[in-house]
C-alpha cells in the first residue's frame, strides 16, 4: 500500500500535449523563435548596411524608410538590432555551453565523490562565484583585450558554478536513491553511474537552468558591451548600442528604445519558456497554466 | 452520536472513479479499521476527509465530521480542523518531514498556529509528546533534523505532530508499514492509549490484516473502490462471508512451498563472514574530545551454504542492512574479512570484484525506488550484464532478458516498457529477474516484500522459494519481519545493536528464542490467528 509520489514518466505525446496547453511555454518559445529567426535572417539580409555610415540621415525618427529610426552616424537601428541579436545570443549560447560543459562535471564528480573532494570542488566553485562576472570580464580584458570572444569566456566562467551547484544538488537528490545502489551491486563505476544514471535523471533541471542562464548571459553580454568590453565596433551589438543612445536619449530617444525593448523581450522570452519548460517536466506542478 | 460519518461518497478523479458508495462512520474513542490493497482507495478515503484531494478529483456523498459538512467546508474551515480536530499520520516518514527544520520546531508549529501559544509553551508542550512517543529530550533534543533520525523515529515525530493537540480523529495512513515490529507493537500500543485517554476516534488504515485485527473494533474492507465486507472484527474475520476477505486473509498467513529444505553442513560454505565491524563517525559531544564512533555491526560472523536460505532478523538500525551492504562489497568494513566462494572480497578494487559481483546480486525494498525511471525494462534487467567477461550481443541480451522476465512471470513484451507502466509487485518481480539474470549463487534480499500487498506478497514469496528449488539460488533475506523468516528460511540469525545474539534453526529460534532480543521481536511480530483468537476471546 504505498500511495508514491512516483507519477507516471511522460511519454513524448503526454509532453507534448502539455507543452501546448502551457501558455507561458508557449509565448516563451514564440519570442524565442523571433529573437533566433531575426538573427539568422541577419546573416543573410538586414533592410540597411549596418556598416555603412550615412551621416545626412543620422538621427533620424522612425519612419516608413527606417522603422525604428537611424542613430547618430545615420545607421539603421533595426539592422543594428538584428545584427545585435545574432551576437547576444551567440554569446550567450556559448557562455551557457562553456558552463555547462565544465560545471556539470564538476558538480556530478563532486556529488559521486563526496568527501575531500566535494569540498575542495565546490569551496573552489564558491570563490569563482563569488566573482562578478563583470570583474572576470574586466581582469580579461586587460590582459587579452576587449571582445566578443573574451565577453564569452568571462561569462562561461561566470556559468560555471551555476551549473556545477545545480548539477551537485540534483546529483545528490539521486545517488542515495536504491536503483542507484543497484547499479554499484551491478560493479558500474562511479563514472559510469553518472552517466548513465545520474545525468538523465538531472537533465530537466539543468535544461530549465540553462535557458535562465541564457537569458542571464543575453543581460551579462549587454552589460559588457555597454560598458565597452563586449564585441568591438563596427559590429553592433545591443548594450553598445543602448551607451551610444544615453547622452541622446532627448534628441533620439528611438535610439535607446528599441534596443533597450530588444534586451527586455529577449529575456522575457527566455524566462517565460524556461518557466514553462520547468512546468511541463514537473509533474507536481501540471495544474498550474 | 458518530464522530465522523461518511454516506455514499464517491469520488472521481478526472474520468477515473475512485472510490463508489463508501460508507463509513467512526464513534468516539473507537478504533475503525480500513483495510484494502494497493489502489483500493484507502488513502483516497482519509484525504476526502482531510480535504487534501489532488486538483481534479470531485466527491460526491456526505461527509460529516462533528457536525460540519466537510465536502461543503471552506478552505479555512478545514484548515483550522486539519492538525487540531483532525490529525493525521502519513506514511511516508521520509517525506512527511520538512528536512529543513528540526522536530521541535515541527511539533511546536502545529501547537503555535492552531493554540496561538507562544514559543517557549509551544516548545514545552512539544518536548512533552516527543517524550510521549518514545523520543524523551535526553536522546533527542528538539534541536535533531529528520535526517538525524532513523524512519521510525521520523514516524514517531509525524505521530508527534499529529497527536500534539489532542485530536477528536485520529487517521493514521499506514501508520507502522515503515517500523519494525517491536517499534510497530509500540507504536500501537501508543495510539490504543491516546484513544483510551481522549476518547479519540482513530481510523486505521492498513494493509496489515494482522495489525488491524489487533488494533481496530469493527473493519471496512476495501477493495477497488467498494466496501467489500464491513463490521465487527471478530466477527468478520472469523466468519469470512466475502470471498475476499478470505482471500486476503489465507495470503496473510501464505507459507510458500518449499518440497526440498536445505541440509546443513552439507557443503563447504558459499559465504563467509569473520569478524566483520563496521564503525561510522560519530558526532562530537564537546570540541577537546575526539568523536567516539558509532559500531554499526560489531565483531558480526556468519555463514551461507549453497542453495541456503538464510533470514538476518533484527529491528530497524540493528546494522542488518549496513552488513548487508558489506557482504555486496558496496560498503567497506573497518574490520574483519568476507569471503566469498573461498575468496576474500574485503579490501579489493572494483574491478577485481568482477567475478564475485556476477554470483552476487541483490534485491532491494522499494519496488518503485530501485528502477532508474528513465530507463526501459530491457536495459535495467541487463545491467548486471556488464559483469560477465564477454559481453553478450544486442540479440544475447534481449535474449537473456527475455528468458529472466519469463523465469519471474513477466512477458518478453515487458521489454520495451518503463517501470511505471508495471504495480509494486511487478516491479519487484524486475527486481528479482535483474538479480538473477547473471545466474548468481548467493542473492541478498533486503526486506523484498514489506512495501507490497499481502496478495502480492505470498506471489513474491512463492517465486523466491522456486527460484530457491529450480536454480539452487542461497539466499540472504534481511527483514524485521518474522513472517518471511518463518516463511524462506532454513537458518535465522538474530541481530541487535550490531551484533548476532542468536542463531539457529527457523523453528527454533521463532518458537523458542533463547535471547532477549529475539523474545521481543516474537512477542511483538502481529500474527492473525493470534489477533483473530484474542479478540473472539475478549468478546466472549
Known amino acids: 500500500m504505498t500511495m508514491h509520489v512516483d507519477l507516471p514518466e511522460e511519454t513524448i505525446a503526454g509532453v507534448l500535449a502539455k507543452a501546448f496547453g502551457n501558455r507561458s511555454f508557449l509565448i516563451g518559445l514564440a519570442i524565442t523563435l523571433l529573437i533566433v529567426t531575426v538573427a539568422l535572417v541577419s546573416f543573410v539580409w538586414t533592410p540597411y548596411d549596418v556598416t555603412r555610415l550615412v551621416i545626412a540621415d543620422k538621427t533620424q525618427a522612425p519612419s516608413w524608410a527606417h522603422w525604428f529610426g537611424t542613430d547618430h552616424f545615420g545607421r539603421d537601428i533595426l539592422s543594428m538590432i538584428m545584427v545585435g541579436a545574432r551576437n547576444s545570443i551567440a554569446v550567450a549560447l556559448v557562455a551557457v555551453g562553456i558552463g555547462m560543459g565544465i560545471g556539470v562535471p564538476l558538480g556530478a564528480l563532486a556529488a559521486a565523490r563526496g568527501g575531500l573532494a566535494d569540498e575542495a570542488l565546490m569551496r573552489v566553485n564558491d570563490v569563482v562565484f563569488a566573482f562578478p562576472a563583470l570583474l572576470s570580464a574586466i581582469m580579461i580584458t586587460a590582459i587579452f583585450g576587449p571582445g566578443a570572444v573574451n565577453a564569452i569566456i568571462a561569462i562561461g566562467i561566470f556559468n560555471i558554478p551555476v551549473f556545477a551547484r545545480v548539477a551537485r544538488a540534483g546529483a545528490l537528490a539521486i545517488w542515495p536513491r536504491e536503483f542507484i545502489l543497484a547499479a554499484r551491486a551491478a560493479g558500474k563505476g562511479m563514472t559510469r553511474i553518472s552517466i548513465e544514471h545520474i545525468l538523465p535523471n538531472i537533465a530537466t533541471l539543468l535544461l530549465v537552468q540553462g535557458t535562465i542562464q541564457f537569458a542571464l ?25 543602448l551607451f551610444d543612445a544615453q547622452t541622446r536619449m532627448v534628441i533620439a530617444p528611438w535610439m535607446a528604445i528599441f534596443p533597450g ?29 | 452520536m458518530s464522530l465522523l460519518e461518511i454516506e455514499n461518497l464517491s469520488l472521481t478523479i478526472g474520468a477515473t472513479p475512485i472510490l463508489k458508495g463508501v460508507e463509513l462512520t467512526v464513534l468516539p474513542g473507537e ?32 461527509v460529516t465530521f462533528d457536525g460540519i459538512d466537510i465536502l461543503g467546508a471552506t478552505e479555512d474551515q478545514m484548515c483550522a480542523l486539519r492538525g487540531d480536530d483532525i490529525g493525521m499520520v502519513f506514511q511516508e516518514p521520509m517525506t512527511a518531514l520538512n528536512p529543513v527544520k528540526t522536530i521541535g520546531e515541527q511539533v511546536a508549529e502545529g501547537i503555535r498556529w492552531h493554540t496561538k501559544a507562544g514559543r517557549a509553551e509551544a516548545e514545552d508542550r512539544a518536548r512533552k509528546i516527543l517524550d510521549r512517543v518514545g523520543l524523551p529530550e535526553a536522546k533527542f533534543p528538539l534541536s535533531r533534523y529528520p535526517h538525524e533520525l532513523s524512519g521510525g523515529q521520523r514516524q514517531r515525530v509525524v505521530i508527534a505532530i499529529a497527536c500534539a493537540l489532542k485530536p477528536k480523529l485520529l487517521i493514521a495512513d499506514e ?52 466496501v467489500t465486507e464491513a463490521g465487527d472484527t471478530a466477527r468478520t474475520l472469523s466468519e469470512q462471508q466475502h470471498p475476499y476477505t478470505r482471500e486476503l486473509a489465507l495470503a496473510s498467513m501464505h507459507l510458500p512451498a518449499r518440497p526440498k529444505p536445505h541440509l546443513a553442513g552439507s557443503a563447504k560454505p558459499l559465504l563467509e563472514v569473520e569478524g566483520v565491524g563496521r564503525d561510522y563517525r560519530g558526532r562530537r559531544k564537546s570540541l577537546l574530545r575526539p568523536a567516539q564512533p558509532i559500531r554499526a555491526v560489531d565483531n558480526v560472523s556468519l555463514t551461507i551454504e549453497p542453495a541456503q536460505s538464510v533470514a538476518l532478523v533484527g529491528r530497524s538500525g540493528c546494522g542488518k542492512s549496513t552488513l548487508a551492504r558489506m557482504i555486496l562489497a558496496l560498503d567497506k568494513p573497518t574490520g574483519g574479512t568476507i569471503r566469498f566462494r573461498g575468496e576474500a572480497i574485503t579490501g579489493k578494487a572494483e574491478a577485481e570484484l568482477k567475478p564475485a559481483r556476477r554470483d552476487m546480486q541483490a534485491v532491494f525494498q522499494d519496488p518503485y525506488g530501485s528502477f532508474d525511471p528513465r530507463q526501459k525494462v530491457e536495459k535495467l534487467v541487463a545491467e548486471p550484464l556488464h559483469l560477465l567477461e564477454k559481453q553478450p550481443t544486442q540479440a544475447e541480451r534481449r535474449e537473456m532478458v527475455a528468458h529472466a522476465l519469463d523465469e519471474v512471470g513477466l512477458g518478453p513484451r515487458d521489454m520495451d ?6 504495480s509494486g509487485g511487478q516491479r519487484q518481480r ?27 506478497r505470498a506471489q513474491i514469496l512463492d517465486l523466491f522459494a522456486e527460484l530457491n528449488q529450480k536454480l539452487g539460488i542461497a539466499y540472504l533475506f534481511i527483514t524485521h519481519d518474522l513472517t518471511v523468516a518463518r516463511a524462506m528460511a532454513d537458518e535465522v540469525l538474530v541481530m541487535h545493536e550490531g551484533k548476532i545474539v542468536e542463531r539457529g534453526r527457523t523453528a527454533d529460534v521463532l518458537n523458542h528464542p533463547s535471547s532477549e532480543a529475539a523474545q521481543a521481536l516474537v512477542a511483538a511480530a502481529p500474527d492473525l490467528h493470534r489477533a483473530i483468537a484474542r479478540r473472539m476471546q475478549e468478546q466472549g
Open chain 2, 430 to 456: 524486475l527486481s528479482i529477474a535483474r538479480a538473477i539474470i547473471t545466474r548468481p549463487k548467493l542473492v541478498v534480499a533486503d526486506e523484498p516484500v514489506s512495501a507490497l500487498d499481502v496478495s502480492i
Open chain 1, 217 to 241: 548571459g543575453i543581460l551579462a553580454e549587454a552589460g559588457l558591451s555597454y560598458v565597452g568590453l563586449g564585441a568591438q565596433p563596427p559590429m553592433p551589438s545591443w548594450g553598445r548600442m
Open chain 2, 31 to 62: 478504533v475503525v479499521g480500513l483495510v484494502g490493497e494497493s489502489g483500493s482507495g484507502k488513502s483516497m478515503t482519509a484525504l476526502t476527509i482531510m480535504q487534501l484531494l489532488p486538483h481534479l478529483a470531485r466527491a460526491e456523498g456526505r
Open chain 1, 261 to 289: 525593448m530588444a534586451i527586455v523581450i529577449t529575456v522575457l522570452g527566455l524566462n517565460l519558456l524556461g518557466d514553462g519548460i520547468a512546468d511541463i517536466l514537473d509533474p507536481k506542478s501540471r495544474r498550474r497554466r
Open chain 2, 175 to 226: 501508520p507502522t508499514t515503515a517500523l519494525d515490529v517491536v517499534l510497530q507493537a509500540q507504536i500501537l500500543d501508543l495510539l490504543r492509549d491516546l484513544v483510551r485517554e481522549n476518547r479519540m476516534g482513530l481510523l486505521l488504515i492498513s494493509h496489515d490484516l494482522a495489525v488491524v485485527t489487533e488494533m481496530a473494533d469493527r473493519l471496512t474492507i476495501l477493495r477497488r473502490g467498494e
Open chain 2, 417 to 422: 516498457k518503463y517501470p511505471h507502466e508495471f
